[in-house]
Nanobody
């Protein structure tokens, strides 16, 4: 069992920035992909960004140029730097770590972009 702990969410004004963090507890480190998803109000959960352990990244078109995903394999952590935030970025953000035989999800962290 892998426990993922997220942090960094909060309330921010449009144009502001937040950095989300997600770390796996324990000694598990055999993750081949780390990703961020979000669920906006009234919408289903959607993919935002991912990074493989080797550094290959993928990112949602609507956040390109504003969001950056990164990882620290040694710390079993993944980060999402969110700049120039917009109200439509308001969502619960979830991290996902993939192992060969399972997917683990964080508890979600609320990001609210509002004046």
């Amino acid at each position: 069992q892998v426990q993922l702990v997220e942090s960094g969410g909060g309330l921010v004004q449009p144009g502001g920035s937040l950095r989300l963090s997600c770390a796996a507890s324990g000694s598990a480190n055999n993750f081949y992909l780390m990703a961020w998803y979000r669920q906006r109000p009234g919408k289903q959960r959607e993919f935002v960004a991912s990074v493989t352990k080797s550094g290959i990244t993928n990112i949602l078109d609507s956040v390109k140029g504003r969001f950056t995903i990164s990882r620290d394999n040694a710390k079993n952590s993944v980060y999402l730097q969110m700049n120039n935030l917009r109200p439509e970025d308001t969502a619960v953000y979830y991290c996902q770590f993939l192992q060969s035989d399972r997917a683990s999800w964080g508890q979600g962290t609320q990001v609210t972009v509002s004046s």
